[in-house]
Every structure is written in structure tokens, then in C-alpha cells.
């Protein structure tokens, strides 16, 4: 099993704007709010949370699970 990547950049969806974020390791994260635009962000459909659809890495629940995810279940 490959280590655990902590860090993703979120793109926001409606202006570009990319940032690098630390995701939290024991919970999914269903809200991002754009510093650029103000844009909240929420999870598409299939995804369980903010980084799986907008980030460069997945959570790290589905890292460690291979895509299953609790708040996918």
C-alpha cells in the first residue's frame, strides 16, 4: 500500500482560482468556499467530498480504501 498524500489543489469550478490544501484525515470534506470567488463548492454527484471532485488527489479515506469511502456506503 502507497503512502497517504495529504495535500491537494483545489480548483474552483467557476473562476480557476487553485489553491493547495491540507485534507482532513478522518472525515470527508462536503463544503469548500473559494477564497477568489466565494463560490461554495459541494461534492459531485458520485463523489464523496470537495477534493475527489475538484482536487489533484483524492481524500484520504478513499486513498486508503480504494475507492470506498464510509460516506459513499
Not at 484525515?25 to 477534493?51: H, I, K, M, S
Request: charged letters at 15%.
Amino acid at each position: 500500500m502507497s503512502a497517504v498524500e495529504l495535500q491537494s489543489t483545489i480548483t474552483c469550478p467557476r473562476c480557476a482560482h487553485a489553491k493547495a490544501e491540507t485534507m482532513p484525515t478522518d472525515a470527508c470534506q462536503w463544503f469548500y468556499e473559494c477564497e477568489n470567488c466565494n463560490a461554495v463548492l459541494r461534492p459531485t454527484a458520485g463523489d464523496c467530498c470537495v477534493f475527489c471532485s475538484y482536487g489533484t488527489n483524492k481524500c484520504p479515506p478513499m486513498q486508503q480504501l480504494s475507492g470506498s469511502c464510509c460516506a459513499c456506503e
